[in-house]
Every structure is written in C-alpha cells, then in structure tokens.
C-alpha cells in the first residue's frame, strides 16, 4: 500500500517517539480525528503500526528495529534517563555496560567519571569511553553483530563470568507488564543473564515506549534489578509489583 505523505509523516514520528496519539496528531496537522484514524488504520493495515486505544505503535514482535532507528527513537528521555543513571554510579568503581543505545548514553555521561573500570560487550561503548583517560575498557570477546556493534555468545559469556563489578547498567528491548524484561536474541539474553549474576547492583535504564512493545525472549524480571531508571510512571499494577520487590524506580 502506498502510503500519502501524510502518513509517512506519521510514520517517522512514531519511529521517533515509538507510539502517537490521535489527538496530538490531529492538532500538529490540522486535520480530523477521524483523518488521523483512517490514516492509523491504513498504516496498520500496511503492517507498519498497531492500533491501540487512542492512537498507535510502531509494530514490533520477533525482531528489532534496526540500529539507526533505534538509536533516533526517544532521544531527548534517553539522554535524560542517561544523565540520573550516570549520577548515580560514583567514581572509583567498575561498571559493566551491555548492549543498546540507552547504555550507550549512559557510557557518554561517564566521561567525566575518574578512576573507573568498564567491562563491556558492546563496541559502541568502548569507543564512547575511550575519551576518558580515566577509564580501563575491557571489552569481551565473541561473535561481533555487525548490525550494532554487539559482542554475543559463549565466549562472551565466559568473558563476562571472569568479573565481579560494583554496578551492572543494561537495557531492555520491551517491559512486560507483569514486570519481566524482554527482547529478541537468545545469545545476547544469555550473555545479560550472566552480566546480572557478575554484578554488586543492577540498574536498567529504558524509556517508557518500551512498556507498549513486546519481544520472545525473557531475559529477567524487574525483581531482579536494584534500580529502574525510566521516564514516565509504570502503570499502578507494576509500580505495586516494584514495591513489593523493593526495586527502586527513578522517573527522570
């Protein structure tokens, strides 16, 4: 189906911000709720967006959205989100960073950080941190993702298991609402397990869309984690569920 130019407009807000709603849509263009609908409808139907009550997300399910965009999506709430982990992780400390373009923000608010050790399966933190003459990088070897720079598999597993690190700092391809952490490969899930069980203390860092998306692979719960560092409230039922956990939820 090709698409108006309209639509494509909607379409690369929602690759920005991961959803839209019908309201705002209809003030920023200037047209009907019922144009935005018909729009959301057919962008649906395209297979591009799910419609959910009041607007729509990007569809997602077995497999991620590339890099690029990934790492366009909800900008200004990661660098946000990236700046109150950062303060929270003090110098004189090691820190593991795994993959994804949150931890890859939070790697450039540590720039300032002194006397830290990263250990870390991504190449794209590594390269970040290498701006910081106060910073030993340890990076893992393993089978390299060419598609965002990943380190993944048993080697890199076997890496990870060699430390043990004050603070662990990871992301999440989606936040189920029954609090367990999601995403989309089984060898990058397997190397986080190991990254959770090597670390002191445990901070995830994701925005809020996460919590519309969805993905195959449990990778833990939010049981598991010390620290949520997210944008945006979590829905009554999950905030209860942290509570009762004593996971400390951080919104920036």
């Given amino acids: 189906m090709a698409l108006n130019v309209r639509q494509k407009q909607i379409l690369e807000i929602a690759r920005n911000a991961g959803s839209v709603a019908v309201e705002d849509l209809a003030d ?46 909800n900008e200004g709430a990661k660098s946000a989100i990236a700046k109150a982990c950062a303060r929270a992780i003090p110098d004189n400390c090691s820190i593991i960073l795994n993959l994804g373009t949150t931890t890859e923000a939070v790697a450039r608010e540590l720039l300032g950080h002194r006397n830290i050790t990263v250990v870390t399966n991504n190449i794209n933190v590594a390269n970040i941190l290498l701006a910081n003459d106060s910073c030993d990088i340890m990076v893992a070897g393993g089978s390299l993702r060419r598609l965002d720079g990943g380190l993944v598999g048993d080697l890199t597993a076997d890496f990870i298991n060699q ?34 069980r090597r670390a002191r203390k445990v901070f995830l860092v994701t925005d809020a869309s996460k919590l519309a998306r969805s993905a195959p692979v449990r990778l833990a719960s939010l049981s598991d984690i010390d620290t949520l560092f997210i944008d945006a409230p979590l829905p009554e039922a999950l905030r209860q569920r942290c509570a009762d956990w004593e996971t400390n939820v951080q919104i920036v």
């Fill in 163 to 196: 430390f043990k690190v004050d603070y662990a700092v990871i992301g999440t391809s989606a936040l189920d609402e029954d609090g367990d952490l999601l995403d989309y490969d089984l060898a990058e899930v397997r190397v986080s397990r190991m990254i959770l």
């Fill in 28 to 73: 920023q263009f200037t047209v009907s709720l019922q144009t935005i609908r018909r729009d959301l409808s057919d962008l649906a139907e395209a297979g591009h967006m799910d419609r959910v009550h009041g607007g729509a997300v990007l569809r997602t399910g077995v497999s991620n959205f590339a890099y690029d965009e990934r790492r366009r999506m």
